[in-house]
């Protein structure tokens, strides 16, 4: 059974930084490419950062691009979202995200390109 934990949330101001984590079970994780999806309130949920199984190819949201920074861990099966330079904008819940199956590459995904979801943590920026 595949699981994705996410941790890392909280409330931050305007300016700020974040660190998400995604700890990821059931699956080789080093096989799978991996990614941040965020929902704020009111709005469809969205691609944020997609990283490859080698971190060689790595994707960006346009509204990310320059302050967000996707990393991943293979040996500790971790995938990271380094956020800095926080907008209010960016405040939402950020779920982590794989494809189902391990043949997928890393793109701008869209919801519907992944298997697996986990639960979610939420960001709430200041202004």
């Known amino acids: 059974q595949v699981q994705l934990v996410e941790s890392g949330g909280g409330l931050v101001q305007a300016g700020g930084s974040l660190r998400l984590s995604c700890a990821a079970s059931?699956?080789?994780?080093?096989?799978?490419?991996m990614g941040w999806f965020r929902q704020a309130p009111g709005k469809e949920r969205e691609f944020v950062a997609s990283i490859g199984r080698l971190s060689v190819t790595l994707y960006y949201a346009d509204s990310v691009k320059g302050r967000f920074t996707i990393t991943r861990d293979n040996a500790k099966n971790t995938v990271f979202l380094q956020m800095d330079s926080l907008k209010p904008e960016d405040t939402a819940v950020y779920y982590c995200?794989?494809?189902?199956?391990?043949?997928?590459?890393?793109?701008?995904?869209?919801?519907?390109?992944?298997?697996?979801w986990g639960k979610g943590t939420l960001v709430t920026v200041s202004s």
């Open positions: 059931g699956l080789t994780f080093s096989t799978y490419p």
């Open positions: 995200a794989a494809p189902p199956r391990r043949t997928g590459a890393a793109g701008l995904w869209a919801t519907g390109d992944m298997g697996y």
